[in-house]
């Protein structure tokens, strides 16, 4: 599937019929060569849009997979820069990819230390020890119950005044093939999660924006968009896709749980 050296279908299938976790362990090897990774013209987009909020000194990749983010994080953080994920076998992608560049680094350039940690982005272990989180391709796999606690943790580990930040892709139309695509992957993957067991989460659908700002405001954020100009508009001139920047408050405390 993808390319030749991408994962089989019947691997796919495997990876889907197991946990979030289990199923990232086992595409890990192949995850580079799969779009599920995210393009370098996102990376980019994000990088250059968040590079006149800085300067920056220690990021946190929040579900880094094998180290997409930090790569965006590198160019933005001074001292450090950590990756977070609960599948193992990402995480070694991810050390033995950072390694391989580190061997070789730009004539003069002195990057910040990276570091990679297993946890569950629901419990992460941390302190309020970041001023930049990012997040890209993950939310997926979260379910919209899930996301006031995910938004606290995220909100707990940011020193105030830090910001949280990720790209959000407007969602197709009804009258493109894409938005049937989506719909056709998440009615397949709530069958499968009825009659199967360990859920894999992965719904396209369940991460709407109006929520998301909605969420994020109660977790004690102060919540801003901005356009990635790199991806263009839709024909009723809004973006089509966009960053969020949920920046947590100066001397703010988080709000109780509800
Ligand atoms: C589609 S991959 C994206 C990886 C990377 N951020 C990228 O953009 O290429 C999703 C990642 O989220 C991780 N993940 C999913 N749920 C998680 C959770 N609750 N805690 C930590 N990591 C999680 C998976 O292990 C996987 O590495």
Known sequence: MFSPEGPTLRELAVQALSSVERGYDLLAPKFDHTPFRTPGAVLEAV?????????????????CGTGAGTDVLAGLCHRSVTGVDFSAGMLDVARRRAAVAGERPPAGAEGPGVAWVRGDARALPFTAAFDLVVSFGAFGHFLPRELPGLFTQVHSVLRPGGRFAFPVLAPPRPSSPAFWMLLGFDAVMRVRNTVWRPPFVMYYRAFRLGL????????????????????????????????????RPDGATPPPAA
């Open 47 to 63: 990088a250059k849009a968040l590079d006149p909020l800085g300067p920056f000194e220690d990021g946190l990749d929040l579900c």
């Open 212 to 247: 998301v700002l909605d969420e994020l405001t109660r977790a004690g954020f102060t919540v801003g968009l901005r356009a990635l100009p790199e991806f263009g508009w839709r024909a009723d001139g809004s973006p089509r896709a966009r960053l969020v920047v949920a920046r």
